[in-house]
């Protein structure tokens, strides 16, 4: 099986960073991919699960924009929809009627959702739920899990960072995850000073193993939450519609007081919304937050036509099926050759590591074969599984899969098998 | 001549009321608008420099979504660009092409920029500046201008707003307009720790006459900058493209070391862009921003395309001198009425009010009066014209503006007469 090269990406990052900071910046950064030349950098186009870089590659898609393609690329109901209301108008003097069907739409499927808000970064949305948090109880500390990911505002980061000032950081209090009894904690140190918890529905640190919540952690910091009039925010931004049509926090068995949404809503178009329950409608009216471009009209429509046929085909279920199929069939062709392969979250997008190896080496060199061959996998991130994902692409993967596991065989020898 | 009705918009914002927080929130939210009954709240379908509501009324539109339309709704140039790219891939997994080729573009056009980095929301680029400030100087203290907007994140918003702590704003520090000695007085004040100066290029506060820098202004803020190694952030959000293609600092013959652009990039697509020297690339390449769909190529296309036609047509010397045509006649008009009309900042965004009235009652009223009967006039923003503004559309305008000074007129009697 021929290994791709990839020239042409290397010849237009090195054009790149003359003129781009970094090249190619934030959570698309090659600099996690290791080696570096066993990844395409740019894309020239996509199509169903699949993308061809421009070097002509063609690549089965694991990673899926981050998170945003989850019904192909491409998918005619989310282009269809688009179009249609293109042709009308996108970015317009005043709102489009398509903007309160959509908000009726996210009410009508998710028990957490009495009103929505439409934005179009994640990271919107999130700030949006800390200034409701605050203005409503009048309370300044946010509670949030070590490790977790909201965007990249001051006090989202972690402390240290570039850019990041002490006093981003000063009502930030950061607790373990799966950890009730540090949460009670920082509610008696900040005795009514805490306005927010928020995390994820399960925790996804970077460069580690997704933790799924312990039995009853959301009832209790639920509870907690209530008897200490807390706001509850979860930040449904990676997860959200890869778990459940209603929500992950439906999926858990809770409901939270304000949900961030994103990613997946709009199969790549740019949409975040946030959505909450009635207790909290008159704050988020009051709390001026806004975008030049939060009252497009394509993405809201291509939103809405998408969420309507994921409910159709119970599109998180797909995936969740389709990754279970695939992930145990990869593990057994791993142990096959020796190597112990760990997979963490859920199937829809799960976080994948080989154990044999603490280093990590030869883990990426695995993820790294892989790609080589046309399954697109990053080692340090979490896989994102999407319902353009056929039977075929599987099929194909596992075949990659296995020729990548002889590769690293043939590489390490006997060292890391089990 | 008959003036419009709104049935079908209000009765969609009662709808929307009930699913969404304020209706129609942030800028395009109508309580500014009065009396609201005079205005549309929803938009059916937009084409060239005018806009249809759900109620069938066609308006020339002073608005242009508030500053992205530019070209004209539904622009060939942009829009072929745009269905070309997406033919290929939107939100993709990896980098496009066109990212390099639009950061190339800007690093020709613009004389402050060495390189190009990409965002959704003017906040993210303004964020994103101050965050390179800090960590390029090691201070702490953003100076900015009472009043002055850069968006709607906690440190942005006057002190007080809703959902605002006191740490947001514990290192901002603002000074009036045109007052180079305050800015002196807050470098005293604070030796050695004065991270970065940011402003509009001219100052357009809210509610309030647009101020242009006085002589020599940008000039002495550009020297107290560099002697104290301040960043010098200019916000060309909402100018940008609207007075010059190499930048508004180009226009006002300064140089800034980061400049913020958004809204008139890509004609209504979704891209803001910060742009910098050399001296401060690295640092931006080590500041961690990034978003869900930062790397969505067809905004990147529908920006390259736009602004190379832009480039041109000189569109911004089009639009400042059919403003110029529409406010000179505007101002005339007024005048024959026995009303004093005052525009201030540049033809092409100007802020107009009739001065007579200090309540602004008046103002309102007239603007209700143009509104209703095809101009569409804001009572208390900048208007916007665009390339697209025809000399019939101006004409027409003009008959409006007549017949609402004759309408108010007649409301009115001789108070408030010159």
């Known amino acids: 099986m021929a290994t791709y090269r990839y020239s042409k990406s290397q010849e237009l990052f090195r054009r790149a960073a003359g003129v781009i900071p970094g090249g190619i910046y934030g959570h698309f950064s090659p600099a996690p991919l290791v080696p570096p030349s066993a990844y395409p950098f740019y894309t020239a186009r996509a199509e169903g699960s699949r993308f061809w870089d421009v070097d002509g590659n063609v690549f089965i898609d694991y990673m899926c924009a981050y998170g945003p393609m989850v019904m192909g690329y491409g998918a005619a109901h989310v282009e269809e929809a688009a179009a249609a209301q293109r042709r009308l108008g996108d970015s317009t003097t005043g709102a489009a009627p398509v903007m309160v069907e959509l908000a009726e739409l996210l009410v009508d499927i998710m028990p957490a959702a009495d009103w929505a808000f439409f934005a179009k970064n994640g990271a919107d949305v999130t700030n949006f739920a800390v200034m409701i948090a605050r203005d409503a109880t009048g309370r300044d500390k946010i509670v949030m899990i070590d490790g977790g990911y909201h965007g990249t505002a001051g006090w989202m980061q972690a402390p240290g960072h570039h850019g990041v000032s002490e006093e981003d950081q000063r009502h930030v209090v950061r607790i373990p995850w799966n950890d009730v009894p540090a949460f009670e904690a920082v509610l008696d140190q900040y005795p009514g000073d805490v306005a927010g918890f928020i995390a994820t529905p399960y925790h996804i640190p970077t460069f580690a193993d997704s933790q799924m919540p312990a039995d009853g952690y959301w009832e209790k910091i ?96 797909v995936m969740l099926t389709r990754g279970a199929l695939l992930l145990d069939a990869m593990v057994n062709i791993a142990r096959g050759y020796g190597y112990e392969l760990k997979v963490t979250g859920v199937p829809s997008m799960p976080y994948v590591r080989i154990t044999n190896d603490e280093s990590l080496m030869l883990h990426q060199d695995w993820c790294a074969e892989c790609t080589r061959r046309g399954a697109y996998f990053t080692p340090h991130h979490n896989w994102f599984i999407s319902a353009a994902h056929t039977d075929a692409d599987i099929q194909r993967t596992l075949e990659i899969v296995d020729e990548a596991f002889k590769a690293v065989r043939a590489k390490y020898g006997s060292a890391f098998q089990s």
Chains 1, 2 share one sequence.
């Open 222 to 317: 639920q509870a907690l939450c209530r008897r200490h009039n807390v706001v509850l925010i979860v930040d449904d931004i990676r997860h959200g519609f890869r778990l459940d049509m209603a929500g992950s926090s439906a999926y858990f068995g809770f409901t939270p007081d304000l949900t961030c949404l994103c990613k997946a809503m709009a199969n790549g178009y740019p949409i975040s919304a946030l959505v909450g329950c009635e207790a909290l409608k008159s704050t988020a009216a009051r709390v001026f937050h806004t975008g030049s471009y939060w009252f497009q009209a394509v993405p809201m429509a291509a939103a809405r036509a998408n969420l309507v046929k994921m409910g159709e085909i119970n599109a998180p279920q």
